[in-house]
């Protein structure tokens, strides 16, 4: 392959600019350097999931044309979460075979890839807020779709949530922050069908909502019904505010509450909320709960944790502590096919 041995070096050799975003727990941008940092294996993988990392390639060559083209690729992670450079390289002959180094465009105009291992297909709205994002960091306009999603907001006695586009509703998402937008939504939200509610709170996850929006959605489910369906909505849109201290109080509020206990939220705190496991209390609480919940739970949520790097030594430290709770020491063991 000519030392090509990363994508990075492919899409640079191939002549093209890029974008990188991960993909596993919300929508990311990587650097350049860092994701080139990923791929040699020298760090580990940032948001890892599944035993994978997730990306988004978004690559384009502006001299050759004004298409931009998108490959999703999935690659195998060891232990430690560094990239396995078997799996990379494999994916590389993937693709050199089908392109070719300098990628084929007389015979694959698109750059579309043959179904393979390391590719996905993320859903409709991971699409939309995935075009959004790739349209934020181009600088280039949104689609026609975000002023029907503004006339819904404003007037939604007189349009059916139905009319309104998938897409639309990431790109006002993806502009949730600019003040205009923010006053719509706090103004508007318990105004909007049920579905449209589902839908912004689904495409907030993979933006930074404020500490308006973040506040209010959190007003929000302490305000009504403190439901699983509710909770769920709300800790999915406030996945990455940017009030992070509001965020861990209510996380901290969610723990100390019977709602706690329940192993779809602590899968979600899991999935999404992960780096408030850094702070101790959070930690105990968390863990403790966990133990509490089905073996195959606490196996699979710990197992899952301890593979993201900016919280595997809080996780590690676990099994450290010198005063565990018995159902934390059972807990342990099971993990490591202990019988007590």
């Known amino acids: 392959m000519n030392n090509i041995d990363t994508i990075s070096e492919f899409l640079l050799h191939a002549g093209t600019d890029y974008r990188i975003f991960d993909m596993a727990r919300g929508i990311r941008v990587i650097n350049s350097q860092d994701f080139l940092d990923i791929e040699n294996g020298t760090v580990p993988a940032p948001y890892p999931r599944q035993q994978h990392i997730w990306m988004g390639v978004l690559f384009f060559n502006k001299q050759a044309s004004k298409e931009q083209y998108i490959w999703f690729v999935k690659l195998p992670i060891d232990e430690q979460g560094l990239v396995i450079a078997a799996g990379r390289r494999q994916f590389l002959q993937i693709v050199i075979e089908a392109l070719g180094q300098e990628l084929d465009k007389n015979n694959n105009p698109n750059n579309q890839l043959p179904e393979n291992p390391f590719t996905f297909v993320p ?7 995935f075009n959004s994002a790739c349209r934020f960091e181009l600088d280039v306009p949104y689609s026609e779709h975000l002023a029907k999603v503004i006339n819904y907001l404003k007037s939604p006695v007189k349009l059916a949530w139905q009319d309104v586009p998938v897409q639309g509703i990431a790109d006002f998402c993806r502009t949730s922050n600019e003040p205009e937008n923010t006053d719509l939504f706090v103004k508007q939200f318990n105004y909007i069908a049920p579905e449209l509610q589902n839908a912004l709170a689904i495409s907030l996850e993979n933006n930074q909502p404020n ?64 780096q408030y496991l850094k702070n101790d209390k959070v930690l105990e609480l968390y863990i403790e709960l966990l133990a509490n919940s089905e073996p195959n739970t606490f196996i699979g949520l710990f197992s899952d944790l301890v593979q993201i790097p900016s919280i595997r030594p809080s996780m590690l430290s676990i099994l450290r502590w010198p005063e565990k709770s018995t159902s934390l020491t059972q807990a342990i063991g099971q993990l490591f096919g202990q019988t007590n």
Do not use: C, P
């Open 123 to 129: 859903n409709q709205q991971q699409l939309a807020d």
């Open 211 to 274: 500490s308006t929006i973040s506040s209010f959605l959190i007003d929000w489910y302490n305000g009504g019904e403190t439901d699983i369906q509710r909770l769920t909505l709300v800790l999915r849109a406030i996945s990455q505010a940017t009030d992070t201290e509001s965020v861990q109080g209510l996380i901290l509020q969610i723990l100390n509450s019977e709602i706690g206990q329940d192993a779809h939220i602590l899968m979600l705190i899991a999935a999404r909320h992960w």
